[in-house]
């Protein structure tokens, strides 16, 4: 059972990539038991980031891990079999891409020739990233099916029933991306991943760990404490403020995201500190109570 956090990708004001930043991130996330780290996905701006600096992070991170799950999709597949080529001398865990995107009732022949491109040319393993709430396109059961050589699957879906489809009729690796369903996740399927991981991530590994122990009742407990802290994120637009929760539960400053997911203003942040501040003592209580 695997631990899997999309990182956010730190952006300095003028807009590049803040090395030392996202390096400090990755360390600390390693750190405290986050097993893989998935770079380039939606937490991390995946589709704002140009080929070269999909490149860059995957270096970065490398610095850090070779725990990593490269997302390497996008529209124009030279691109994305470059960065498959030049994935060949890293020693990581997998690949991943989200299917083609953006263009309405593409035919699903042509999503699974995509992947069975991937799956062919790829020097790693490859999991599909599906996320039909942003892509537009469900990468069902059905589809997965059709693809022989996959290794594994995120499906980030409130259906938890849909993720459990793969784990039914398929032998590969399956995970659910979304936040609220962690111990659902580590419990059914073979983990999870979570953008909440980049705030909280003694939070999630002690998830892991109440699940591994069997004390499913335990690692609910934590999930409440969990889901309050992801309440907030989305109070003020998720995307922008894991970065300013970074800072409040880890102490540490992770950059800016990239316009146009802009940045929180200075009343939202006050706010949202102010926020925290009322349910702080309850993160390290929780900690303390089941760690
Ligand atoms: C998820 C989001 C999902 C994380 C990635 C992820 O960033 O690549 O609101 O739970 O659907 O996409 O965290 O958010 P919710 O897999």
Redesign the pocket.
Known sequence: MEIIV?NVTPFTKDNRIDKDRLKEHLENLIEKGIDII?IN????MGPSLSAEEKKEILNISYDVTGKIIFQLGGLNLDDTLNLLQYSRDFDIIGVASYSPYYYPQLPSKWVIRYFKTLVEKSPHPVYV?N?P?ATGFDMNYELMKQIDGLAGL?D?N?NFVHSLQYKRFLNIKVYN????LTVQSLTYLDGT???GGNYMPELLSLQKKLVSEGKINDAFEVQKTYYKFLDIARKYG?MSAHYILVKELQGYDVGYPREPLYPLTEDEIKQLEADVKEIKNEYTFILDKYG
């Open positions: 999309p998935f996905g939606t937490t991390g990233y996320f709430a995120k980030t409130d991306g979304s936040d609220y991943v979570t953008a998720q």
